[in-house]
């Protein structure tokens, strides 16, 4: 396996382990390779959009549906909770686990609680209004505002 593939497997894995995005320094240690490495690395994932990393820290800021920081957009499955990057990535998080979920949330305009079930691999209706306020081709123009 090459090493862009093992980095991704460990990111994901260790994330699902610990409903937490890894840090560059535990992947650097758990892979046996230099930050600068693991940097380069995710700089290059960044690239081909499999990333987001942070601008500031260059920490990983997404991992894609996963969010790399605390979000309003949670996804509790058994005993963990994971925050994802939209409501969309949401339900995501609970397909890529492949598990029943309980998401919450709230509304972007009113900040009403709003709340989702996935059960048996699909959403639970619930009725709601889904509003883009950026079209879908323009999301990577700023993917995190996005």
Not at 29 to 43: F, K, N, T, V
Not at 110 to 125: I, T
């Amino acid at each position: 396996m090459d090493f862009e593939t093992t980095l991704k497997m460990r990111i994901y894995g260790l994330t699902v382990e610990n409903a937490q995005v890894p840090s560059l320094d535990r992947l650097s240690s758990d892979l046996g390779r230099s930050r600068q490495e693991i940097e380069a690395e995710c700089a290059s994932l960044g690239a081909k959009r499999l990333l987001v990393l942070d601008n500031v820290s260059g920490e990983i800021r997404m991992a894609p549906p996963f969010s790399g920081v605390s979000t309003p957009h949670k996804v509790t499955v058994g005993d963990k909770t994971y925050s994802a990057n939209c409501i969309w990535d949401a339900f995501g998080v609970a397909a890529a686990l492949g598990a029943d979920a309980e998401i919450t949330t709230g509304c972007a305009d009113c900040g009403e609680a709003m709340s989702f079930q996935v059960r048996n691999g699909s959403p639970v209706p619930a009725p709601c209004a889904i509003h883009y306020a950026v079209p879908a081709a323009h999301w990577w123009d700023d993917i995190v505002f996005t």
